[in-house]
């Protein structure tokens, strides 16, 4: 199994990781005193193929002291094939298996964000649609051996990873229209799956659109075919665009409305030492 986009995505984690809370007062929480206890951030998320996405417990107390923090899987994603825990390097982490794994919030003396670690959890290309990731906190205990709460008032206990897996889209001619830095322009596009699926670094897709501009003639002058999936959830996922001998790429995020059979989707282009141009266009069902 290949891991995609992670060192990007890690990119904007290390942002995350860095974010700065003030802790005048974290023993106090919503207007009340609490015993020193362990938390997820937040409650859960949503994962889709190729998406790496941050568990962060916190310890919103004063503690001079390291705490360990005991975690389980549960849920029926499967370890290994709908969620990989890799480390902030990409790889995939030694210490963790299919049950769970531990984590630890160091004591930084003088420190005055929130102490934390961060589970990184990385949604493989071939993670089944509907799935879902249950971690717990089972336990967390200090260096010295106090146990603290784990949770808070019966929540943030658990975090849950609701996993969006690829799946079909109507295919066809649809009716496409540009606007942007390039001026607008109307026409058709056609959304093929061919037999066999298109690979892009390893990575294979499941949908072909026939000119990623929306324009029959293409602004460069030919059709430029992009390979892409869709989500149960309507993201689109797509490689980075790359115009063979003509020096140009371009990132596309898109999303895909069910209800209206509608596609649409932002390219930003990379080109001739100037970057940030780009277009949108949306592509309906005929």
Known sequence: MRLMRITAALGVAALALAGCEDITNPV??????????????????????????????????????TVDISFSFGGDAVFGTDFVVVDEAGNPRTDVNASGGSAVIPFVAGQTTIPRDTLIIFVPFAANDGRKLEIVIESAVTRSGRELETGFVDQFRTFDLSIEGFVDMPTGTYAAARDGDFGTATGTVTITKPATPPVVDGVSYDFVISDVQGNPSGIFGVPVPWAFSVT????????????????????????????????????????????????????VLQ
């Open 28 to 65: 106090e929480e919503f207007g009340r005193l609490e015993d020193p206890y362990v938390r997820f951030e937040t409650s859960g998320t949503t994962g889709t193929p190729g998406s790496t996405n941050l568990v962060i417990f916190q310890l919103p107390t004063r503690l001079e002291d």
């Open 232 to 283: 149960s959830g309507g993201t689109v996922v797509a490689p980075r665009l790359d115009v063979d001998g003509l020096g140009v790429t371009a990132d596309v995020v898109g999303t895909f409305d069910f209800d209206t059979n509608t596609l649409s989707y932002e390219l930003v282009l990379d080109c001739c030492g100037a970057a940030g141009f780009g277009w949108t266009v949306e592509a």
